[in-house]
């Protein structure tokens, strides 16, 4: 562990000490929960659409969790704005743990993708292709 996983591990904290973009948001063009019964965590990922539907103008969350969870959220909600739902869709853990910055042990992984799979999931109930009330790292 040099100095960059230090680095990475103040941007965690920070990022859960003052998350970005966290509250709910009123014109939402869709919103959709998520949890990690094994941790707690549980998260609702806020995203608004542009007129055409397909590019990311905002993203917020709201929830409760580890340092981990709550702070890939935040960073997931800043890193979102101005894709597209394609490129959601085509995120996987390895995107989201290299946003993170450092190793994750993997009892902590369902915390770092819960964000993730809730934000895609919620999408892919937006568009029709899913049905489900409440995304669970566990299944």
């Given at each position: 562990m040099?100095?960059?996983?230090d680095?990475?591990?103040?941007?965690i904290?920070?990022?859960?000490?003052?998350?970005?973009?966290?509250?709910?948001?009123?014109?939402?063009?869709f919103?959709?929960?998520?949890?990690?019964?094994?941790?707690?965590?549980?998260i609702?990922?806020?995203?608004?659409?542009d007129?055409?539907?397909?590019e990311?103008?905002?993203?917020?969350?709201?929830?409760?969790?580890?340092?981990?969870?709550?702070?890939?959220?935040?960073?997931?909600?800043?890193?979102?704005?101005?894709?597209?739902?394609?490129?959601?869709?085509?995120?996987?853990?390895?995107?989201?743990?290299?946003?993170?910055?450092?190793?994750?042990?993997?009892?902590?992984?369902?915390?770092?993708?819960?964000?993730?799979?809730?934000?895609q999931?919620?999408?892919?109930?937006?568009?029709?292709?899913?049905?489900?009330?409440?995304t669970k790292?566990?299944?």
């Amino acid at each position: 562990m040099g100095m960059g996983s230090d680095m990475y591990r103040q941007q965690i904290l920070d990022h859960y000490k003052n998350p970005r973009n966290y509250g709910e948001l009123e014109d939402a063009t869709f919103s959709h929960v998520g949890e990690n019964p094994m941790c707690g965590d549980e998260i609702e990922m806020h995203v608004k659409l542009d007129d055409d539907e397909e590019e990311i103008e905002f993203v917020s969350f709201t929830g409760d969790g580890c340092a981990i969870s709550q702070a890939s959220a935040s960073m997931l909600s800043e890193k979102l704005q101005g894709t597209t739902l394609d490129e959601l869709e085509a995120m996987d853990r390895d995107d989201v743990i290299d946003m993170l910055g450092v190793d994750i042990s993997p009892m902590r992984v369902k915390c770092a993708v819960l964000a993730e799979k809730v934000a895609q999931d919620g999408a892919d109930i937006y568009k029709g292709e899913l049905d489900v009330e409440k995304t669970k790292t566990e299944e």
